[in-house]
């Protein structure tokens, strides 16, 4: 298979207070856009759990049990003033770092070129140590530090063009050198963090709002592909956040979809040239449906393209 969509129906169920924009309709809207594509060469995959081990490569035991005990039968707990858990939250949350775990296995066993993670709740402001910003576990953070655990793999990149920055991402892996993570991001906006670029293993690159398609694409051209290009990773993970698009009510870029149709072919290229193609994508935020799912599919049309 050239591309496995890795997801599962618990996603759709994760509980959430009414009129919060992370909502299980982001994955119920998106599945339908893509059930519409009946592409052969997309095989679906039902996302497994993330085993403890997994989650406690990245995140403090201590927080990971609070999660699992922090889990209610029903009704709604807060993690914290943006995160809440419901009675299917705990197994989503497994299951989308588990998501992208088996992606990566996936691609390192020559079973798919690429995987597209559609998963809830998203990861990147999730820490070591406390949930944020509707991220209850970090899901692409897990899945690099699975990756890491393999003999092919000592350089990971991950690429987040989420327009909110990913902090809990950068916090897990700015110190470590195996990881080259790349990021757009609106700046000021949520959460506010903005740290230098660390030549080698961060780069951080803020845009102001109303930043358009084009000043995005010459930002990336400019200041991501060399470092990537220097850093030849042996596996590209995307955070595919599409709330960086004009339409999106969370942020004031002014992306479209044929923007992520563009950096996801650079990541191909990327991946193509220095990681046999291995390329794994996970779903981070996107809260107007339309808007999200239209760039999902742009997104996964670029993924499908053979090279
Ligand atoms: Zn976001």
Known sequence: MSLALITHPVFASHEVPGGHPEA??????TTEALSNLRAP???EIQAPRATRE??????APAYVDAVFDSAPADGLIALDPETTMGPHSLEAAVRAAGAVCHGVDLVLAGDARHVFCLVRPPGHH?????SAGFCIFNNVAVG???ALTKDAIERVAILDFDVHHGDGTESMVREDSRILMCSTYQHPLYPGTNLPSVPGSQVNVPLPAGTDGSTFQTAVTQRWLPELEAFAPQLVLISAGFDAHAADPLGQLGLTESDFAWVTSRAIEIAERHAQGRLVSVLEGGY???????????HVAALRVRR
């Open 54 to 59: 997994q989650l406690d490569r990245v995140h």
């Open 144 to 146: 690099a530090a699975h």
């Open 24 to 29: 299980g309709s982001r994955i119920t809207a």
């Open 41 to 43: 060469d997309l095989t």
């Open 126 to 130: 999730a820490a070591a140590a406390n």
């Open 288 to 298: 107007n449906l339309e808007a999200l799912s239209a760039s999902v599919l742009a």
